[in-house]
């Protein structure tokens, strides 16, 4: 495991695509920043003169955990969206082809003298699930503390209180206690992020060719997010679906996780023993 870890950091393109996934929910952040500051910005002697005297006086119309990375509040929700569409990419780019690269280099024979399948797998998947869940969680924590940080005297949510259900909901639920549902959000958004590197890692074993593993990741991850019932209702807070939308969007994608990873274990143990 040690050695896997040395290997990555040593490795620039493993490097990048991890900066690149930590540095988007940063991105968002100044985005979130020019949005709310923008009328400040068009008068700045004002509103300079405004700070002086008033200090600590300011409030945002939006609450922290609604301007946080996941509730996708910046215009467009354009850095919500590239990371989400190409997140199996970044993270086939950042371990999750390497046995890809060890079979065709002969690496895998060499590690399987010192290791048994069972332990090579074993050691295979919980390396890129701690990683992948690592990278992701570390990115959107550091966007939360940010915005907490910078609007923590803000109060709404996009209008969305205003229509609160007489019958509890979860989204009654998450006004109520926003910074625990955001960080309960920022968890499961890992989780998911750790299952979807399995998916990646599992389809690499069975087609272990990049020209039809990344293509085969990027469309089953796509159309998780564009079903009926989307993925993105699981990853999202403040928004007016339920758990009637989420929990279905999660046994699907739980499930198809499951699948493949139990065909991809059994392929790798019963057809390399042959």
């Not at 540095?23 to 300079?48: C, K, R």
């Not at 690269?101 to 701690?130: A, F, H, P, V």
């Amino acid at each position: 495991m040690q050695a896997e870890l040395y290997r990555i950091s040593k490795n620039k393109r493993s490097l990048f695509f991890i900066g690149f996934m930590i540095a988007i929910p940063l991105l968002d952040f100044l985005l979130s920043l020019t949005q709310e500051f923008q009328e400040y910005l068009t008068d700045p002697v004002y509103y300079y003169h405004y700070f002086q005297t008033h200090p600590f006086d300011h409030q945002f119309d939006i609450h922290p955990a609604a301007t946080s990375f996941l509730a996708g509040n910046t215009p467009g929700h354009l850095p919500q969206m590239l990371y989400i569409w190409v997140l199996p990419l970044l993270l086939l780019a950042i371990n999750g082809d390497y046995y890809l690269t060890d079979m065709k280099n002969g690496i895998d024979s060499i590690q399987l003298t010192k290791l048994s399948r069972k332990d090579w797998l074993k050691k295979r998947y919980i390396l890129t699930t701690s990683l992948s869940f690592i990278v992701a969680f570390s990115g959107l924590l550091l966007n939360f503390g940010l915005v907490t940080l910078v609007f923590h005297k803000g109060y709404g949510f996009q209008g969305l209180e205003l229509y609160r259900n007489p019958n509890p909901t979860l989204l009654n639920f998450s006004i109520d206690h926003p910074y625990s549902i955001y960080f309960a959000y920022i968890l499961v958004f890992s989780v998911l992020t750790a299952l979807l590197s399995i998916l990646c890692l599992s389809l690499s074993f069975l087609f272990p060719n990049p020209k039809v593993v990344y293509p085969a990741c990027f469309l089953i991850w796509i159309i998780q997010i564009i079903a009926p019932n989307s993925l993105t209702y699981v990853m999202q807070p403040f928004i007016e679906y339920g758990l009637d939308s989420i929990i279905p969007a999660l046994l699907v994608y739980t499930s198809l996780v499951l699948i493949v990873t139990v065909t991809a274990i059994i392929y790798q143990r019963r057809y390399h023993e042959l």
